[in-house]
């Protein structure tokens, strides 16, 4: 079983950058898979990064080439680099841990999310 704390988010300004940290429980946080999915009011819940416990990534389409997720299994932790930002950034930001397969991401636990705003 996981517990996860995003952190990180905040009102950041258009075309600046944001760094978003998730704190993991436990002690088998390497072999989880872990992604990070947003959601802005009224929208659905959408991808927007997973990385394997082997390392390997996906991005959602808006996403690539601005952000970045990152895994330092020594530190229990998944982060989210977001640079060139844009306002249609703006959502709550949750953090996952589940299982990849077939290039399938199966979430099993969820953090309880954190603001980004961006707006001048």
């Known amino acids: 079983q996981v517990q996860l704390v995003e952190s990180g988010g905040g009102l950041v300004q258009p075309g600046g950058s944001l760094r978003l940290s998730c704190a993991a429980s436990?002690?088998?946080?390497?072999?989880?898979?872990m992604g990070w999915d947003r959601q802005a009011p009224g929208k659905q819940r959408e991808m927007v990064a997973r990385?394997?416990?082997?390392?390997?990534?996906k991005y959602a389409d808006s996403v690539k080439g601005r952000f970045t997720v990152s895994r330092d299994n020594a530190m229990n932790t998944v982060s989210l680099q977001m640079i060139s930002v844009k306002p249609e950034d703006t959502a709550v930001y949750y953090c996952?841990?589940?299982?990849?397969?077939?290039?399938?991401?199966?979430?099993?636990?969820w953090g309880q999310g954190t603001q980004v705003t961006v707006s001048s």
């Open positions: 990385i394997t416990s082997g390392g390997s990534t």
């Open positions: 996952s841990a589940g299982q990849s397969y077939s290039g399938a991401y199966v979430p099993a636990y």
């Open positions: 436990g002690s088998s946080f390497s072999i989880y898979a």
